[in-house]
C-alpha cells in the first residue's frame, strides 16, 4: 500500500512535471515575443538618443539665430520711433488738404449745375435754330409766291 501511495504521488509529480514542461513549451514563444519586443524597445531607445543629440546643435543654432534676430527688431523698433513724426506730419497735411477737396468738390458741383444749364440753353438754342429755319422757309415760299404775283 504505501508503494501504491508512493507511485501515485511519483506519478502525480511526473504529470504536475509534464504540465509544467508543457505551460513552460507554451510560454515560449511568449518570451521569444517579450525579448524581440525588448530588443525593438531598445532600437527606439538608441534612436530616441542619437535623436536628441542631433536636437542639441540645432537648438543651438536656434539659439543663436534668435540672439541675431534681436539687433534686427530692435533697430525696426528705431526706424519705426523715427518714421512717427513723418506720419505725423503726413496726418497733418491730409487734414489741411480737406478744406482744398471740400472746396474742389464744391467746384464740381457748381461746374456741373452749369453744364446742365449750358445743356438746356443749347436744347433751347437748338430748338430756337429750328423755329427760325421753319420761319426762313415760310419766308422763302412767301417771297416766292409775292413774286410770282
Known amino acids: ?15 504536475v512535471f509534464v504540465a509544467l514542461s508543457s505551460l513552460i513549451d507554451a510560454l515560449n514563444p511568449v518570451f521569444v ?3 524581440s519586443l525588448i530588443d525593438a524597445l531598445d532600437s527606439v531607445f538608441v534612436a530616441l538618443s542619437s535623436l536628441i543629440d542631433a ?6 543654432a536656434l539659439s543663436s539665430l534668435i540672439d541675431a ?11 519705426i520711433d523715427a518714421l512717427d513724426p ?3 506730419a ?17 467746384l464740381i458741383d457748381a461746374l456741373d449745375t452749369l453744364f446742365d444749364a449750358l445743356s438746356s440753353l443749347i436744347d433751347a438754342l437748338d430748338t430756337l435754330f429750328d423755329a427760325l429755319s421753319t420761319l426762313i422757309d415760310a419766308l422763302d415760299t412767301l417771297f416766292d409766291a409775292l413774286s410770282n404775283i
Do not use: E, G, R
Open 55 to 60: 536636437l542639441v546643435p540645432l537648438f543651438d
Open 90 to 106: 503726413l496726418s497733418t497735411l491730409i487734414d489741411a488738404l480737406n478744406p482744398l477737396f471740400d472746396a474742389l468738390s464744391s
Open 1 to 15: 500500500m504505501l508503494f501504491d501511495t508512493l507511485s501515485s504521488l511519483i506519478d502525480a509529480f511526473d504529470s
Open 33 to 35: 515575443a517579450l525579448s
Open 86 to 88: 513723418l506720419f505725423d
Open 69 to 79: 534676430l534681436v539687433p534686427l527688431f530692435d533697430a525696426l523698433s528705431s526706424l
